[in-house]
């Protein structure tokens, strides 16, 4: 079975590896040896092995909570995706802005989270004009957008397009700013910022 491959690949030493580096992706081959009780002949077999099946990635995340000029949103999204699911949310996370895409139970079919760099203006042409924009119009037809308001332990990746000045997404007929937020909450037919409420920690 499929489940009993992946946990002999991913055995007990690849997830004590895994834990440690993500509280620590700076420690040494040396210092994750001795913390292991192996060889650093093993520690850079293990790393190089997990990095290169894609099941391992070591980067720098950010305290988004830490920084005011960021503006964190999860996006639920209805999508008519005629057999092309998949195909649709991973054009999403190859998109500007994007730190995660996945394809959900629940009201929604996709849930999208962003991270953009400005104000609600730069939010809303993200969730209203990036995100529709990889599918065929009609595809998706309505998504609901929280922006998050206050995190605890949030660490997020810096997704392209955050801190780059040629990465805005132009107006509908311009090529700079496009035009300003003029309702929030839901919309059939696009995404508009939303103000979450009531759960706490959806930042």
């Known amino acids: 079975m499929l489940g009993e491959d992946v946990r002999e690949v991913f055995d007990k030493l690849d997830r004590r590896l895994s834990r ?11 210092a994750l040896a001795s913390r292991l009780q192996i060889s650093p002949p093993t520690v850079r077999a293990r790393m190089k ?19 005011p ?16 699911l ?13 730190t995660s895409v996945g394809i959900v139970t629940g009201r929604y079919d996709i849930i999208a989270e962003v991270l953009v760099e400005g104000d609600m203006e730069e939010l809303y042409r993200v969730t209203s004009e990036l995100l529709p924009g990889v599918a065929e119009p009609g595809v998706i037809h309505g ?11 949030r660490w997020l990746g810096v997704p392209k397009g955050v801190w780059e000045e040629d ?5 509908p007929g311009k090529s700079g700013k496009g035009s300003r ?23």
């Open 20 to 30: 440690i580096l993500s509280e620590d992706g700076d420690a040494s081959v040396n």
């Open 49 to 67: 092995s997990l990095v290169e099946g894609n099941l391992l990635k070591i980067v720098g995340v950010l305290n988004v909570s830490e920084r």
């Open 143 to 153: 998504s609901e957008t929280f922006v998050v308001m206050k995190s605890h332990n």
């Open 181 to 203: 937020v003029r309702s929030a909450g839901r919309q059939e037919g696009g995404a508009s910022p939303a103000l979450a409420t009531g759960e706490e920690g959806r930042r």
């Open 86 to 98: 998949s195909e649709i949310a991973q054009r999403m996370s190859e998109l500007p802005f994007v």
């Open 69 to 84: 000029e960021l503006i964190s949103a999860i996006i639920g999204i209805h999508a008519n995706g005629r057999g092309r």
């Open 167 to 171: 990465a805005c997404v132009p107006g």
